[in-house]
């Protein structure tokens, strides 16, 4: 078609789509050779002479086949995009690492020697004064801490946060003893979660039976 003035010239996929270049490469790769793609040359009247019925319907034609290449290209990119961020998401979910399992001894006795439980026993005079609780705590990967909770007939009377800083680690804590708090004792070692890693049961004043 000749219309004097002005040539448009339209290449699939090079030339129209050459300012987009995210479409321009899914073009590409559905259409690698270019020297294959179809070339419309259309010459448009401009001196005020009309476009035949004929050559109207080929133009739309060619404008209708650009549009869908637009919607199907754009498409098939959302879905790319969809799929790389749904690949991303998985990557990036990495299971949490057990917690480790710590296990405890615990000793009560009167004094500490060397990080190390001296006069351990389980029942002791009204007025021994001060008691310890000496425990080793094993099987910690990392940093964590303990508690040791001291109870008389059931009531708490002292609760002591406690550093584990190593794969075994000993560890102690102390408490005064009135004389007129005699009767049934117990100190439990719990780790940060609160589950009881071991206990020790003891008596003041009185023989353990």
């Known amino acids: 078609m000749h219309i004097a003035g002005l040539r ?6 090079a030339t129209w789509v050459s300012v987009f270049p995210a479409i321009q490469k899914r073009i590409d790769n559905q259409w690698p050779a270019r020297e294959h793609c179809i070339l419309f040359s259309m010459d448009f009247n401009l001196s005020g002479n009309r476009i035949s019925r004929e050559d109207g319907s080929i133009v739309k034609r060619v404008i209708v086949g650009l549009c869908l290449v637009v919607v199907f290209t754009a498409a098939g990119l959302a879905q790319d995009q969809k799929a790389a961020d ?8 990495v299971p949490a690492p057990l917690a480790a ?12 020697t060397d ?3 001296t006069g351990a026993a389980t029942s002791f005079a009204a007025e021994v004064g001060t008691l310890y609780c000496w425990s080793k705590i094993t099987g910690a990967t990392g940093e964590t801490a303990v508690k040791h909770i001291w109870s008389h007939e059931g009531k708490e009377m002292l609760s002591v946060d ?5 794969i075994s680690w000993r560890t102690f804590s102390h408490k005064s003893i009135l004389p007129s708090w005699t009767g049934n004792w117990e100190v439990k070692v719990v780790d940060a979660g609160g589950a009881t890693l071991a206990s020790a ?3 003041v004043g009185q023989v353990s039976r």
């Open 115 to 117: 990080r190390m439980p």
């Open 201 to 203: 049961a003891f008596t």
């Open 162 to 166: 406690l550093s584990v800083k190593s």
């Open 8 to 13: 448009l010239a339209s290449c699939c996929p």
């Open 101 to 112: 399992t710590l296990a405890a001894e615990v000793q009560i006795c009167t004094s500490i």
């Open 86 to 93: 749904s690949t991303a998401t998985s990557e990036k979910k």
